[in-house]
């Protein structure tokens, strides 16, 4: 008897009950949370069909003259994009022409050199520039960089490289070269870091393999370090040129703001960022308001292949990315 | 190859190295002491309590700007960070449909997106219908600068999650939505805030989204559909000015800006690591 | 004893992972205060096996089962029965000791009793301390309650998640090779755990460890490639099995 009861009250216990309550607060939760990836799916979509949108009177009116034209006229109305596309390029080109080889060594000192704590205190230290903000570098640039660049930098560039077209010209300070020169500080820590992750990658036997034969530490890093993430660096600096291109405040303060294309990279330029940040605020409704939208637009497009190229070629060549793969797969 | 040279090769490549890295710093010293010498002896409390003195009268201070930076990120972060970790939570717990993988890709791109062009998106979404310059549409492109980058992190730390921890909450008979929200995500919320904070730090420095949708203004103000002024914004407009004493402001403002922005940071990291911290001061 | 003491009855259940079939047929009984150990070589399906009796098995992407099991007669995987629900009578313990991150021993105790919405702190209270009892963990940490979980060590941390496991008051608990990532001693210190554990509960416990499985099982089934090759009293599986099979494994000719 004694038996039966406890057994009774062990079952009903552990009767399981229909399914009533359980999964609704996982159905609700799921949906809002498929709610708020589909709201910023939407705005992704609306931000680019706006932007069309405000650009098309510059796309009826110039078409694919745009692109070619390094007219640059609010007052007789004539727009072309051709300077700014020039002043991106080459200023973003020049500055990881500067940060590139830095960022990667600086990568090499920090997890190959470096005592592990000293190197966090070094990579932290390189993190901080990415944290000072764009107007401060702008700032500096303009009061410190800038006659820097025309009292010192220029005279020696003259006197050396002074027989190329780059380096001819008056200097005013503020031009091409220092805009490239600050992008290059601003790129820097965005390469390192993500040069310093690729390193992390690379398994520690890997280099006591290489060590174990007899290699010196250069020579270490070169097979074990640097040659099989030769993509995953490539990526880093593509990704860095993209945020190059995108680079606004600073560039602004320091390019000098000309339309004018030159070889010497002491004249004044103007990108395509820094030209919406100038004009847009001033720039009357009509045709300059969507041309600085077309503008914009184009970077905005510049920017997305450059990014993308960036992560398919991290993606697609290196070899760590495609064993992970194989190994999600099987 | 001869030993001798090889380790001579090896000492130049080291010695290069180390030159790479004094290269790398200098900018950060020098901007941080140039601004330092130049912001500080600017600085003063009036620069924190007062509003900018008339034009050519020397004086008066960037208050109104400090509160306009403050006001405007809390409000982008209002926005953005609810969203932000919510979209982590999705792609971390439920990353592998349709949805979610577009969702990846749109938070790559918007991060790759230059600021200046969310501002303009800022300027014809919400400047244009209501033609005013305002702090909602300021706070609106902060927020789409801080949204992908919460996203991301959060999907970061709650990935790091070890998936037997979300069996043992399954495992006692948790729904899903309880053991995310009471047990993962709260396992991880210092991180998670970390993560926000370095988005918010990031933010509260940008200069370009605010320069036509807050625009700025002189004056101390409230609403959100009036402009506002910003401390990134105030420092540019000072600084392109052609008087002295506005650069001057300026210089502390800017300094006050880095003050702000690389605290935030270094704090944000702290928490990220508390014992970490104590260890390396332990050792060292 | 009696058919009805049966506390949980497997039939004919199957489990894949996408294509790969990882339990094949495998029908079985588990009686109330008893421990019933699985093993077989690693890849057997044993930890799968395990795993679909609390339908966590289901939550990995691709996974599918299909068949019977019968706990106290109602079929868990019936299409209308809660996964959720279900196993709040089915607890389990994994491999790792995995107490909740950031939380305290007291709340990583409570934390499903607090979950399912019990809130009075007196409730709370006594059920921690009821089960780190039976975890045989109270003593060493009672001075400790609101320290984080995961400041114990590895067995202790074991035995904390045994009395999580516990708080929900499940008749039927689960354990994937519990001492695996433990050292003899702790090892130790939960096969004697569960012994006391069969007083009350009914155990089935996946082990690699045959010397555990012979030590603390009444019974022993052995798995081999997803199917049940045999099942019965350890003193008869280890001592006398019926099948070769068994027999090579644990006199160790394979595996």
């Known amino acids: 008897m004694e038996q039966t009861k406890e057994q009774f009250k062990f079952l009903s216990q552990h009767k399981l009950q229909t399914r009533l309550s359980g999964e609704f607060g996982d159905k609700i939760a799921k949906i809002v949370m498929q709610t708020v990836a589909i709201a910023i799916l939407a705005t992704l979509i609306l931000m680019v069909i706006l932007l069309v949108q405000m650009s098309s009177e510059a796309i009826n009116e110039f078409g694919s003259d745009f692109l070619t034209n390094s007219t640059w006229d609010p007052i007789s109305e004539e727009f072309g994009v051709l300077s700014f596309l020039y002043g991106t390029l080459i200023t973003s080109i020049l500055a990881l022409l500067i940060a590139a080889p830095i960022s990667v060594m600086v990568a090499i000192f920090i997890t190959e050199i470096l005592p592990l704590k000293l190197g966090q205190v070094l990579g932290l230290f390189v993190e901080m520039i990415a944290a000072i903000p764009s107007i401060v570098f702008g700032l500096w640039g303009l009061f410190f960089l800038a006659p820097l660049v025309r009292e010192s930098i220029t005279p020696f560039l003259k006197s050396t490289l002074g027989f190329l077209p780059f380096f001819q010209g008056p200097s005013f300070g503020i031009g091409i070269l220092t805009a490239s020169i600050i992008l290059a500080t601003m790129i820097l820590p965005t390469i390192t870091s993500i040069t310093r992750e690729v390193f992390k990658t690379i398994p520690q036997h890997q280099k006591e393999a290489a060590l174990a034969l007899g290699a010196t530490r250069e020579e270490m890093i070169k097979l074990a370090v640097l040659r099989p993430s030769f993509s995953g660096i490539t990526g880093a600096i593509v990704l860095g040129f993209g945020r190059a291109l995108g680079e606004t405040m600073a560039v602004a303060m320091v390019i000098g703001n000309s339309s004018k294309i030159t070889l010497s990279l002491f004249a004044p330029g103007a990108t395509m960022s820094s030209v919406i940040a100038n004009e847009y605020a001033e720039a009357s409704a009509g045709l300059h308001l969507s041309s600085l939208c077309f503008v914009g637009l184009l970077l905005f497009a510049v920017t997305l292949i450059v990014n993308s190229a960036a992560r398919f070629i991290v993606w697609k060549f290196s070899p760590l990315s495609k064993s992970e793969r194989k190994e999600k797969r099987s | ?284 | 004893m009696s058919e009805s003491d049966n506390v949980l009855e497997v039939k004919n259940l199957n489990a894949w992972f996408g294509n790969f079939h990882a339990v094949k047929n495998v029908s079985n009984n588990y009686s109330r205060k008893s421990i019933t150990a699985i093993i077989g070589p690693s890849g057997c399906g044993k930890s799968t096996y395990l795993r679909c009796l609390n339908r966590i098995h289901e939550e990995v992407p691709g996974a599918r089962l299909s068949g019977e099991a019968l706990l106290l007669g109602q079929n868990i995987f019936a299409p209308n029965v809660d996964p959720v629900e279900l196993r709040r009578h089915i607890g389990m313990v994994f491999q790792k000791p995995n107490p909740f991150p950031a939380l305290s021993i007291f709340d990583n105790v409570v934390i499903g009793l607090k979950l399912q919405g019990e809130k009075r702190k007196d409730v709370l209270m006594e059920a921690a301390q009821k089960c780190l009892k039976k975890a045989a963990l109270w003593d060493e940490v009672k001075e400790k309650l609101q320290k984080q979980g995961t400041s114990l060590s590895g067995g202790q941390q074991q035995r904390l998640c045994i009395a999580r496991a516990l708080a929900v008051n499940p008749p039927v608990l689960l354990m994937d090779e519990p001492t695996s990532a433990l050292d003899p001693i702790a090892s130790a210190k939960i096969e004697e755990l569960m012994q006391t554990l069969k007083e009350e509960y009914t155990v089935i416990v996946v082990t690699h460890n045959m010397q555990q499985a012979a030590r603390v099982a009444d019974f022993t089934s052995f798995l081999m490639l997803g199917e049940l090759i045999e099942h019965g009293p350890s003193e008869v599986i280890f001592t006398n099995p019926k099948k070769t099979k068994t027999e090579d494994y644990i006199t160790g000719r394979f595996g």
């Open chain 2, 1 to 284: 190859m001869n030993y001798k040279w090889r380790k001579l090769r090896n000492k130049f490549f080291i010695i290069s190295l180390s030159l790479a890295a004094a290269i790398c710093l200098t900018p950060l010293i020098l901007v941080t002491s140039f601004i330092l010498q130049k912001g500080a002896s600017s600085l003063d409390l009036n620069f924190f309590t007062q509003l900018p003195a008339p034009v050519g009268d020397v004086g008066g201070g960037m208050m109104h700007a400090i509160l306009g930076t403050i006001y405007m990120v809390a409000l982008g972060s209002l926005i953005a960070v609810p969203l932000g970790i919510i979209g982590g939570i999705y792609l971390s717990e439920f990353g592998k449909g349709g949805i979610s993988k577009s969702l990846r890709i749109a938070t790559d791109v918007m991060t790759g997106i230059p600021s200046i062009i969310i501002g303009i998106f800022a300027y014809i979404l919400l400047v244009v219908p209501f033609k005013t310059f305002s702090a909602l549409s300021g706070a609106f492109a902060l927020s789409l600068i801080i949204l992908p980058v919460v996203i991301r992190s959060s999907e970061e730390i709650l990935k790091l999650v070890p998936n037997h921890i979300r069996e043992a909450g399954l495992a006692l008979g948790l729904p899903r939505w309880k053991v995310i929200l009471f047990i993962i995500v709260r396992g991880n919320l210092s991180a998670l805030f970390t993560g926000v904070m370095l988005a918010v730090a990031r933010a509260s420095g940008e200069t370009a989204p605010l320069l036509f949708t807050a625009f700025g203004n002189m004056y101390l103000s409230s609403s959100p559909m009036e402009p506002m002024a910003s401390l990134p914004v105030q420092i540019y407009t000072y600084a392109i000015s052609p008087f002295e004493d506005w650069q001057r402001q300026s210089w502390a403002g800017a300094f006050v800006l880095i003050m702000l922005v690389i605290g935030v940071n270094l704090g944000a990291r702290a928490i990220l690591n508390p014992s970490a911290i104590k260890e390396f001061f332990k050792r060292s």
